[in-house]
């Protein structure tokens, strides 16, 4: 009995050493591993300044760091350690303001600008210049080396059209709604803001009426003010659906003008009317452009318009709708040609409207397989919908008055214009359906 309470507690110490001692060593690993967290940690936000490329990184600054890195590892509580990790997220949050603000001020590499003097050099003013046609005219003026304002609302113009001129000492932009006025200086006025597909200028029929009649006034009171020669962007729409083939300048048109597409037409048949008025009466140097239907890079993907319709839908191997039976023709102007046309106009000394656009005129169904047969192993077949309503039969400029005023014919042929904008939305469905997984849907209601 008494041998074997002897053995009894002799187990019970030795298990009571072997517990002494287990717990000695998870002290002694906990202590090693808390100070290894913190040297990861810190190491972390080390390499992450570096990662950065923060080469300008102050040398203070780096001292410190490394000075914490080394107090860190004399450290016993962890609170200290948070405290010290909080500050340097906080100092380095703080460099990294400092870093995007230099960034921002080192010069950016421009598209090249002809230098010009003070006599050729003029300031001009672009209204809806963040818009598909505007910013290929803001482009060319400023490579001329003009000096170039944008004003645009972004209803339906993008910064992106134009980013590429932002920090340019000849360049500005001005978020403003020409709906109210506007006092700048300038020299010559383009005014293109207005939307211009019929999905985006029937969003908002009363606002499309009020950018075209009150925008032109504002617009036209702008160059009455500084005395600017002013350039209207009008309208093929004016003629409305033609009971004259081609539209010759002299044709006074056939406009519904209670029907959908009358905010846009009768707007924009306001604004000559305004243009013509403000020529009369208080003399302002008025220029009008009757642009048919233009096509290019930097259409919006989806503005319903039969271009940007047919090739995102070819791209995509989906149906190619056509509205109607497919037999209303079309002639489409490249942007580029436009700008020519819109630049000529505004140099000329003549001041009727000008028809600008392409006179080549293909049916719908025409163009369909034209752009099916552009786009590689595009797998999509044509189909017809329901006729839209008001939609034009026919339309295509008679261009005798560009020919002979402005000595202006279009340049880019249709396949070639049709290949640099396929390649451009291209570019964007990439972009778009990478970042929203979406298939871009059908957004048309006509075929303007
Ligand atoms: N593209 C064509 O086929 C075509 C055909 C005929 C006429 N036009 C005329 O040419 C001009 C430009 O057309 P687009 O195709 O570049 O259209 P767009 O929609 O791409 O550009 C119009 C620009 O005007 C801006 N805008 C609209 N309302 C505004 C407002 N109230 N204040 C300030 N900015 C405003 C938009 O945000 C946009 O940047 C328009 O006046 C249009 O009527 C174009």
């Known amino acids: 009995m008494l041998r074997q309470t002897l053995k009894f ?4 110490s ?28 810190i190491a972390e936000e080390k390499r992450d300044i570096t990662f950065r490329g923060f080469n300008i990184f102050p040398k203070d600054e780096y001292n410190n760091i490394n000075k914490m890195n080394l107090q860190s590892s004399n450290e016993v509580t962890s609170d200290d350690t948070k405290h010290e990790l909080a500050e340097a997220k906080n100092r380095i949050q703080e460099l990294e303001k400092k870093i995007a603000i230099l960034e921002g001020r080192m010069p950016q590499k421009y598209p090249e600008v002809k230098f010009l003097g003070y006599k050729e050099r003029r300031r001009i003013l672009v209204t809806g210049g963040a818009g598909f046609v505007g910013s290929h005219l803001v482009d060319i003026l400023m490579m001329k080396g003009h000096e170039v304002i944008v004003v645009d609302n972004f209803f339906t113009g993008r910064k992106r059209n134009v980013e590429h001129w932002f920090g340019h000492r000849n360049f ?10 506007l006092y700048v200086e300038a020299d010559e006025i383009y005014h293109l803001a207005s939307p211009a597909s019929p999905p985006h200028y ?3 029929p009363v606002k499309t009426i009020k950018t075209n009649t009150l925008g032109t006034i504002n617009m036209l009171g702008l160059a009455r003010r500084v005395g600017a ?5 009008s309208t093929s729409e004016v003629y409305g659906d033609p009971l004259v083939h081609p539209q010759p300048e002299s044709y006074w048109g056939h406009v519904n003008p209670i029907g959908p597409r009358a905010c846009y037409d009768e707007g924009k048949r306001v604004a000559e009317t305004l243009a013509y008025s403000y020529a009369k009466q208080e003399k302002v140097d008025v220029r009008v452009a009757r642009i048919f239907n233009t096509y290019g890079p930097r259409m919006h993907v989806s503005d319903g318009r039969v271009v940007s319709n047919f ?10 709708t056509v509205y109607g039976n497919g037999k209303q023709t079309r002639s489409f102007c490249y942007v580029s040609d436009l700008v020519d046309g819109l630049l000529g106009l505004m140099a000329s000394s003549y001041t009727l409207p000008v028809n600008i656009g392409n006179p080549v005129e293909h049916t719908i169904e025409e163009f369909a397989m034209i752009i099916k047969n552009l786009v590689p192993g595009c797998r999509s077949t044509v189909a017809t919908g329901a006729a839209v309503e008001d939609d034009p039969q026919r339309r295509r400029p008679d261009i005798a008055v560009a020919e002979a005023h402005l000595h202006w014919k279009p340049k880019v042929s249709l396949q070639e214009g049709l290949q640099r904008t396929i390649d451009y ?10 970042y929203n997984n979406q298939t871009y849907v059908d957004m048309k209601v006509n075929h303007h």
């Open 425 to 434: 939305f291209k570019e964007e469905l990439s972009r778009t359906t990478l």
């Open 14 to 41: 030795f298990l009571c050493v072997l517990s002494l001692l287990i717990l000695i060593y998870l002290i002694i690993t906990k202590s090693n591993s808390e100070h290894g967290r913190t040297h990861y940690k």
């Open 9 to 12: 507690r002799k187990t019970i």
């Open 311 to 320: 090739i995102m839908q070819a791209l995509q191997n989906l149906t190619i």
């Open 229 to 233: 020669r002013i350039l209207i962007a």
């Open 172 to 181: 500005e932009m001005i978020h403003h709604d020409i709906v109210n006025p």
């Open 202 to 204: 029937m969003q908002n």
